[in-house]
């Protein structure tokens, strides 16, 4: 059964950072985070191949997200560093039982309940 549980989200100023953490398992795709705006479609953020760990970004992160994972502790986090108040949105992770990245989150069967990022100007 794929588990996933977002946590570490908040508020923070515009320039600021956080770290996001996602407890993940059952899974054997590799996992990406997504993220959703009011208003707006969930759109996919980045992922991470479980085996080499190269990760790949949405062009609006690249250069200020990291994604990384912890396979011995089931974990998988997003560090975002320089973040702006587009950047404002429910965070989703999301994994599944086939294998490969995807950036379709209609392929995505699994998700955790989410983490509120908030950044203010």
């Known amino acids: 059964q794929v588990q996933l549980e977002e946590s570490g989200g908040g508020s923070v100023q515009a320039g600021g950072s956080l770290r996001i953490s996602c407890a993940a398992s059952?899974?054997?795709?590799?996992p990406g985070w997504f993220r959703q705006a009011p208003g707006k479609e969930r759109e996919w953020v980045a992922g991470?191949?479980?085996?080499?760990?190269?990760?790949y970004y949405a062009n609006s992160v690249k250069g200020r997200f990291i994604i990384s994972q912890d396979n011995a502790k089931n974990m998988v986090y997003l560090q975002m560093n320089s973040l702006k108040p587009e950047d404002t949105a429910m965070y989703y992770c999301?994994?599944?039982?086939?294998?490969?990245?995807?950036?379709?989150?209609?392929?995505?069967?699994?998700w955790g309940q989410g983490t509120q990022v908030t950044v203010s100007a």
């Open positions: 999301a994994a599944d039982r086939w294998a490969g990245l995807s950036l379709d989150r209609s392929r995505y069967n699994y």
């Open positions: 059952g899974y054997s795709s590799c």
């Open positions: 991470i191949y479980t085996g080499d760990e190269s990760a």
